[in-house]
């Protein structure tokens, strides 16, 4: 069975970090690209950021590039998602999934308020 288990979400300050981790298990996680997503209330998901299966190419939204950083750790089935210079719009609910898209998991809450 495929499961994501975000983590690492919270409150935080404008100008401030937060690293948010998802475990994945129930598949072939070395061999998957993976991306990171994020949802605002009532809206549609929007991709973040992704990261190539051996962890050697990654890609941004412009509106996170220079801020945020995609890494993973293929032998604990891990990607990461280091956010730093964090904005009030970075506010959401924060995803991750495979490139050949699973069922998702529920995510983790990012607030970024002063």
């Known amino acids: 069975q495929v499961q994501f288990l975000e983590s690492g979400g919270g409150l935080v300050q404008p100008g401030g970090s937060l690293r948010l981790s998802c475990a994945a298990s129930?598949?072939?996680?070395?061999?998957?690209?993976m991306n990171w997503f994020r949802q605002y209330p009532g809206k549609e998901r929007k991709w973040v950021a992704s990261?190539?299966?051996?962890?050697?190419?990654?890609n941004y939204a412009d509106s996170v590039k220079d801020r945020f950083t995609i890494s993973r750790d293929n032998a604990k089935s891990t990607v990461f998602l280091q956010m730093n210079s964090l904005k009030p719009d970075d506010t959401a609910v924060y995803y991750c999934?495979?490139?050949?898209?699973?069922?998702w998991g529920q995510g983790t809450q990012v607030t970024v308020s002063s």
């Open positions: 999934n495979s490139w050949t898209q699973r069922p």
């Open positions: 129930g598949f072939i996680f070395s061999s998957s690209g």
């Open positions: 990261i190539t299966s051996s962890g050697d190419n990654t």
